[in-house]
């Protein structure tokens, strides 16, 4: 079994940035594709973007161009870079893989 642990979260006024990191443990024998989600107040949990073998990634149509997913295999790490962050950006940010999901972090974009 995997453990993944969010961390990077926290207020941020619009324009700004923030780095996320996701750190995963446990039975890891083998690189995964790698997920971030977020869920906002009130709505549903949507996917914002994902990592897969050789460096591949995919993003949200609303994140593209402003958030990067990166991944440190060596050290089990996976990251999401959000830069020009904007108030809808607001939510709960998850990190996915290993059939597991991590706790959550929270992102408050706010002036």
């Known amino acids: 079994q995997v453990q993944l642990v969010e961390s990077g979260g926290g207020l941020v006024q619009p324009g700004g940035s923030l780095r996320l990191s996701c750190a995963a443990s446990?039975?890891?024998?083998?690189?995964?594709?790698m997920y971030w989600h977020r869920q906002a107040p009130g709505k549903e949990r949507e996917l914002v973007a994902g990592?897969?073998?050789?460096?591949?990634?995919t993003y949200a149509d609303s994140v593209k161009g402003r958030f990067t997913i990166s991944r440190d295999a060596a050290k089990n790490m996976v990251y999401l870079q959000m830069n020009s962050l904007k108030p809808e950006d607001t939510a709960v940010y998850y990190c996915?893989?290993?059939?597991?999901w991590g706790q959550g972090t929270q992102v408050t974009v706010s002036s």
């Open positions: 446990g039975s890891i024998f083998s690189i995964v594709p």
């Open positions: 990592i897969y073998s050789g460096g591949t990634a």
């Open positions: 996915r893989g290993y059939a597991s």
